[in-house]
């Protein structure tokens, strides 16, 4: 995921920026992002990645190239896409769908791995649950420190890419963890679950927290795209790691 290096582009242009407030009658005003603008944009991106997640299960389940090819090409829109802020609807829509596609491919999998359809909905709540309390930790001031830390999270995400892609070679080439790499073999696959779960947690919570900032500084309404589809991709990635942790825990 790049969402939040995409959020640092934003948060560097918001600085150059004054703070925008209301004028006085008759003077011109830009329009400013809003609560509402940002909810509407991440429940269409959601939308979208819940309705490419149906071609996603039905086409990509056990096509292994062509579904790493589809993450390549979602990588290389990400990049883009954190060239671009702020981010256009046909962009933002777009990366949505990719990340449908492999929404639905992965579920399919993980459905497959665990043996239990119920897996997903489990999942689904799960994540809701867990938006929830990433938003209760933000209210508190170890929340709001915690989603600024932005080179710590870089750090810990590039060993964690480092795991994956180890484990991914281990699963294709080995056939390590059943084809589940690392977080097949044991316990060291639950804490990589563990792991991959706080990670994508600590994404939101940074999501949102940019977004306040955003809110508070009176950002140009343009960036409502930008921020919709970065809370909508952590959502996601949240909801694929906790439907992997779900699907190794319960074979």
């Not at 830390?149 to 060993?159: H, N, V």
């Not at 779960?197 to 140009?220: E, F, K, T, Y």
Request: positive net charge; hydrophobic residues 55%; aromatic residues 10%.
């Amino acid at each position: 995921m790049s969402n939040n290096a995409m959020l640092n582009q934003v948060n560097n242009g918001l600085a150059q920026h004054p703070t925008y407030t209301s004028g006085t009658p008759g003077t011109y005003t830009p329009d400013t992002l809003s609560l509402p603008d940002i909810l509407i944009k991440t429940a269409a991106c959601l939308g979208v990645v819940l309705v490419a997640a149906v071609p996603g299960w039905i086409y990509l389940a056990g096509t292994f190239v062509i579904y790493l090819g589809i993450l390549v090409v979602t990588m290389i829109v990400g990049v883009i896409m954190m060239r671009k802020a702020p981010v256009k609807a046909p962009l933002a829509l777009g990366y949505s769908a990719l990340l449908g596609l492999i929404v639905g491919a992965f579920s399919h999998s993980a459905v497959a791995y665990g043996g239990n359809v119920a897996l997903i909905p489990q999942a689904v709540l799960g994540t809701a649950a867990g938006t929830v309390a990433v938003l209760a930790i933000y209210s508190t001031p170890f929340g709001k420190k915690a989603s600024k830390a932005t080179r710590l999270f870089f750090a810990l995400m590039i060993g964690y890419l480092l795991i994956g892609v180890a484990s991914a070679v281990a699963a294709i080439f080995f056939g390590t963890g059943d084809g589940w790499g690392f977080y097949g073999v044991g316990g060291l696959g639950i804490i990589l679950c563990v792991v991959g779960v706080a990670m994508a947690a600590w994404s939101l919570l940074m999501d949102i927290g940019s977004a306040d900032r955003a809110l508070q500084a009176g950002a140009p309404a343009n960036y409502d795209w930008t921020f919709g589809v970065s809370l909508a991709a952590s959502i996601v990635w949240l909801y694929l790691e906790l439907l992997r942790l779900l699907s190794i825990v319960s074979r």
